[in-house]
């Protein structure tokens, strides 16, 4: 170990501190400034003066002012007590904290807090990174699992016996490793896998306009553009809580105050329903709100990845949900412009796309060193300036995602909640995932989300036209067309984040939905064919179809049947 | 946490003044954002604080501006903290200027206790959920947009309307009814004119003791009004958390304080984003808007009304995208309503309470309010879908339905919107004004409503059938 080495502050503009003096520090790792030991990240060195970045208030910091290297990477402190807290960006707990928050929060760990662990593993075991060594039920819906770390192997020589243990106590040691509960990481650097699989299993959502148009496998990755107004928030606070993820990481990144307290407010009395537990048992929240100091929100996305790949390490799928991910590149873009750094598009640093990229690659569905196979999905909001999507953020974020919700300002507008839209939007899993439903009971997924589509974009086409010339204009066949694609959009794309019956819904359902609104669109096809005018089909009364959604259940089918065959009785009686 | 280090030292090398900056050589131990004072050879006390500390050398923003200072003939001293007002109630009843000096004849204002008005974030895990309705007296606001208790709701508006005058007149009438109320109005950038406006409607609500006037004219020093909302921010900060009211901070003209933001920042030499706003525009705005909310274990909260003018009427200009992305919702005026004679002009569709589900309803205003709120604002998309169809089709060839839902908002218009720029409406003359307008349709196209509703509302005023 090197003697620490005391520097000097130098200069101080906002967050950006420079230091003098420091001896033995490398980029990227943590420098503490002032008196409060405000915590920073050393970022560039040039000729021996350090550039920080730091994650506090400088108010009152002086040149002079003394400054200490802590020889490592900004890092977050990963054992149990995750689940169900809710941290800042450099996950400092916020439940400890004051309700002014001061510069200098309090550690990672709570050191008081013992927990009951049950070991797994033998002594004399010869173990690989990636073992377990033994288990903690952290909440009654997730095992936390304790694995001989990366970069431990060899001989079990201790380990701890059944029982409360504190975050303090060693519980085992692999080889030379000693490990606890409570295991440090640096965030920037992604954790090992054994192998990175292609991802081949859908995440339900429970939105039927994701998974039946737009879906994502578990493992990938998705970014949801959208200006202020489009339900963004809505959208992603609906898949934190409803899609059939094991963990879930929400990073609230320079968003609202109120925002997150409706979150903190809500998890814990919504209830699982496939566990019948609180939803915040398996949720683990970060909020840097938008007032917070501007560096740990660049750090936040970071925290809440680490977390993540955490989970998947011990088995799980994990989702990130980061909200926004423009918030967190305006952290960058504030960084550079205080350190002269030539800016790119639009005052972002030319980094931007790299970062960007090397973000979303940390998704992925892994074989994981301890052998199991599990994923980390992640899911970024991007909040275009203007609601301009060729501004850098979602122009670059679009090139490296496997899927786009993009939002439509139009559909808001007109209360079509939510406002995914099917022109800009795209999933590029979609063709792996018709093969896995195909596998799994439901091999007209592929042929229904096709059919769809094209629907939707021919009657966008059609009712261009019908604007000019009238509906009553257009031939009896594309009336229908556009009959249907209001069937869908009604009955279907619709879904209210306030109707306990739709908050979400289960894939049998979205099909049985999907497939009674195609059937209903055959047989008015059949009915053209016959010379039924087109005029009178449409005043066949749909809506039980429209209500079938909200009448039952999230896996309640019958509504969905019953409407449909009630309305194609209506139809056969107009031949 | 600042510590008081030393006594104010006195620097007299200023190296350089350039537009509002001065740079001190020679300095030590001056930390970053502290409060700095000039004094000129002619006695001239101007104010300011660090922008940057690089070694021996400050850089001093000044609110004041540069102009008129002899770098040799000046001193600088640094006070040691960053800038600090004092709290309490002693603000109530006041007016004072940008920089909080009272300008009303009367006496400083003192305080037990100075604050620093950059304040610290609130931690978001200590906020409660905002629940609970404020009525203004404004129908417009109070029936179909709800201002919650601890939101920020802001003002969209253009040059010409009368957004000033709203914001007046919810300002003087205001109250959370049984609990106590207090007002800040926090004015940047207004003429001197609006300024007269404004103390007038807001003189009796002053007199009371209720509410605290920081205004920063046209005239006055342009930087300055960065640090209008923050003091406003931090005396509503000490009533509300430390002494239990319940706080409105009116803040008019957001549009001249971004301006003023984007004035430091050019002279600071930043690279410029979109029209020229800083990149840090988001941060800086929302470092003012989220000092507001609910916390929990506090009876107090703070809820903004920010007002800004929309350049140009554009929503996609920086200000107003920026203030919509922190904000929850807006209240947008229009000339349309204008110049249809509506008081005051609001433009029901493009308006949104997003909080108005938990703050309005069954317990909290009227049980009919939320679904009485949701079929008039259909029903108006509904007539605005009509009146397009007018235009092209002439009003003859509209169905009797179609007529029907002109009449609508026509009354609603008429009756419930409008109202006098003194007239403080309570809230079930509101929603019954708008029960009358919705009377003018047949029940048939009332499907948001429930059947119990309609029979207690309507049948007794013997709407249509």
Known sequence: MSIPSVGKVLRVNGPVVEIGGLKNVATAELVEVGRDCLPGEAVTIREGIITAQVYAYTGGLAPGDTAHALGRPLSVALGPGLLGGVFDGTMRPLDAAAEFLETAGAPQVDAARTWAFTPRAALGDDLKPGALLGVIQETPVIEHRLLAPPGASGRLTWIAAPGEHSVDDRLATVGKVTVGFSNHWPVRKPRPVAERLPAASPLVTGQRVLDLLYPIAKGSTACVPGGFGTGKTMLLQQIAKWSDADVIVYVGCGERGNEMADVLDELPRLVDPRTGRPLMDRTVIIANTSNMPVMAREASIYSGVTVAEYFRDMGYHAIVIADSTSRWAEALREFASRTGQLPAEEGYPASLSSALAAFYERAGLARTLGGTEASVTVIGAVSPPGGDVTEPVTAHSTRFVRSLWSLDRDLAYARHYPAVGWTASFSRDAERLGAWKAAHGDPLWAVRRERVIALLGESDRLRSMAELVGSTALPDLERVVLLTADLIREAVLQQSALSPNDVYCSPAKQAALMDAVLQVHDHCLELIQAKVPASLIEEVDMSSLVRAKDAGGPDDIAAATSARDSILGQLEALR | ?465
């Not at chain 2, 004679?341 to 938990?358: C, D, H, I, K, T």
């Open chain 2, 1 to 465: 946490m600042i510590h008081p280090r030393r006594l104010p030292l006195e620097y007299s090398s200023v190296a350089s003044v350039e537009g509002p900056l001065l740079v001190v050589r020679g300095v030590d131990g001056v930390g970053w954002d502290e409060q700095a004072t000039v004094k000129l050879d002619s006695g001239e006390l101007r104010h300011g604080q660090v922008l940057e500390v690089d070694r021996d050398l400050a850089v001093v923003e000044l609110f004041e501006g540069g102009d008129g200072i002899k770098p040799d003939a000046a001193r600088v001293a640094f006070a040691g903290t960053p800038i600090r007002i004092p709290v309490g109630e002693g603000w109530l009843g006041r007016v004072c200027n940008g920089r909080g000096q009272v300008i009303d004849g009367g006496p400083p204002v003192m305080g037990a206790e100075w604050r620093n008005v950059a304040g610290r974030p609130i931690n978001p895990a200590r906020r409660m959920p905002p629940r609970d309705p404020i009525i203004t007296g404004v129908s417009a606001v109070d029936g179909l947009a709800t201002l919650v208790r601890g939101q920020k709701l802001p003002i969209f508006s253009v040059g010409g309307l009368p957004h000033l005058e709203l914001a007046a007149q919810i300002a003087a009438q205001a109250t959370a009814p049984g609990t106590s109320f207090r007002v800040i109005f926090a004015a940047m950038g207004i003429t001197n004119a609006d300024a007269e406006l404004v103390r007038d409607v807001l003189e009796e609500r002053a007199g009371k003791g209720e509410l605290a006037l920081f205004i920063n004219r046209a005239d006055d020093p342009v930087v300055e009004r960065i640090l209008v909302p923050r003091l406003a921010l931090t005396v509503a900060e000490h009533l509300a958390f430390d002494l239990d009211h319940h706080v409105l901070v009116v803040m008019c003209d957001m549009t001249s304080y971004c301006e003023a933001v984007r004035e430091a920042a050019s002279a600071r030499g930043e690279i410029p984003g979109r029209h020229g706003y800083p990149g840090h525009l988001y941060s800086d705005l929302a470092s003012v808007y989220e000092r507001c909310g609910r916390l929990k274990g506090h009876a107090g909260s703070i809820t903004q009304l920010p007002v800004l003018t929309m350049p140009a009427g554009d929503i996609t200009h920086p200000v107003p995208d920026l203030t919509g992305y922190i904000t929850e919702g807006q209240l947008v005026l229009s000339t349309e309503m204008q110049a249809a004679g509506v008081y005051p002009p609001f433009e029901a569709l493009s308006s949104l309470s997003r909080l108005m589900r938990n703050g309005a309803g069954q317990g909290r205003t009227r049980s009919d309010h939320l679904a009485l709120s949701a079929q008039t604002f259909a029903a108006l998309a509904r007539a605005r879908e009509v009146r397009e169809l007018e235009e092209m089709v002439g009003s003859d060839a509209l169905s009797e339905t179609d007529q029907s839902y002109l009449r609508f908002s026509t009354a609603l218009e008429r009756s419930m919107l409008h109202q006098r720029r003194d007239e403080m409406r309570d809230l079930d003359d509101t929603l019954d004004r708008a029960w009358e307008a919705l009377s003018k349709l047949p029940r048939r196209e009332l499907t948001m409503l429930s059947r119990e509703l309609i029979d207690e509302h309507l049948n007794k005023k013997g709407g249509l059938g």
